[in-house]
């Protein structure tokens, strides 16, 4: 069943679930109207500030907490708070979020709380090494935490190769490997990388990576990782085709294996998720337009999500009519 949105009171994008003290709480980006002209790096993502919303029942009503971070309190980021994530360990909560830096250049910060509603007050520089977009952190059945990232066009991600500034900007060509997303184990105070990123790749059906003029298939940008009966699911969007899709594995690095299609093409043009279990049952937290009309005003609703005897997941089509 596709649910309504959290709230018509302010727009909400880029939802990322947790459960924290027995809540669904869902940090998102706060879409807002600033006038910039709509291009393909995604300028009109003009985002200032984060709020949280929570669940107390997933039928309740949605409780907005307002503004947990705003950019006038990262004094290193310029513009376009984008897609966020939060995680707990040892009595804070951490949250993870890209910006624009002072040369328009993405970063990822860290912000800190003591309370899942914030406030989150920022370290005063972004992660060492940090760059491109759409931090996902996922804590593994051990203990260990993991950061997931990146997105292309806009994302910045096509800059970079082997966690490097390339001179020459560009995507590879359609029939060469796809840009992956990236994966690194985080230090144990959870404000810095443990390791060096390493390559998120996806294989086809012939254990081959999916290559960058696959589109329908590659990944874009908006990782996320959940784990069901022991298989690792690596959640993500295609971008420019418009589809959330999943791939599995057997550990949190990969390689994973094209899956199949997670949510149908929504309303607007970016399609970012959460994957959630809540009381023994399994959520997708997801945005689409369908209250605003324009795609860069957003708002979060959420779906019941069905695991398949086989591993699968069933697919997510959203009803317009
Ligand atoms: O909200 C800005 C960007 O749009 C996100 O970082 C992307 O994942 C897309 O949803």
């Known amino acids: 069943m596709v649910r309504d949105h959290l709230t018509r009171d302010v727009y909400t994008a ?7 003290e027995g809540k669904i709480y869902v940090y998102v980006s706060h879409d807002v109207d600033t006038g910039v002209p ?16 929570s669940l107390s029942e997933i039928d309740g009503k949605a409780v907005d907490h307002g503004v947990i971070l705003d950019i ?3 004094k290193w980021a310029r513009r376009q708070l984008w897609d966020n994530d939060v995680a707990f360990k040892d009595g804070k909560y951490y949250m993870y979020f890209p910006a624009k830096d002072k040369t328009d250049i993405f970063r990822i910060g860290v912000a800190i709380a003591d309370r899942p509603e914030g406030p989150f007050i920022p370290q005063p520089a972004p992660m060492m090494g940090s760059y491109s977009i759409d931090p996902c952190v996922f804590k593994d059945d051990d203990g260990t935490y993991y950061m997931y990232w990146g997105g292309i066009w806009g994302g910045q991600l096509q800059r ?16 060469e490997p796809a840009l992956c997303a990236k994966i690194a184990r985080l230090r144990d105070d959870m404000l810095e990388f443990a390791e060096e ?4 790749v996806i294989l ?11 589109n329908h298939r590659r990944f874009f940008e ?19 085709t418009h589809k959330l899709c999943y791939a599995t594995g057997d550990n949190p690095y990969g390689p994973f294996t094209y899956r199949g299609v997670l949510l149908n093409p929504v309303s ?5 998720h959460s994957v959630v279990q809540f009381k023994g049952n399994w959520y997708l937290f997801f945005h689409d337009v369908e209250v605003s009309g324009v795609t860069p005003l957003r708002s979060v609703r959420y779906a019941d999500l069905k695991h398949l005897p086989d591993g699968s997941i069933e697919t997510i089509t959203v009803n317009y009519d």
């Open 197 to 200: 990123g390493k390559d998120v």
């Open 222 to 240: 908006a990782s996320w990782m959940h784990k069901h009966n022991g298989v690792y699911y690596f959640t993500y969007s295609t971008g420019d």
């Open 14 to 20: 880029d939802a990322a679930a947790h459960v924290f």
């Open 160 to 175: 970079y190769r082997n966690n490097l500034a390339q001179e020459v900007i560009a995507l590879p060509k359609d029939n």
């Open 268 to 272: 607007g043009w970016t399609t970012h």
């Open 72 to 74: 006038k309190d990262v």
């Open 38 to 53: 709509e291009d393909d790096l995604g300028s009109h993502f003009d985002m200032m500030d984060y709020h949280v919303l």
């Open 204 to 214: 086809d059906e012939n254990g081959k990576p999916l290559l960058q003029g696959d």
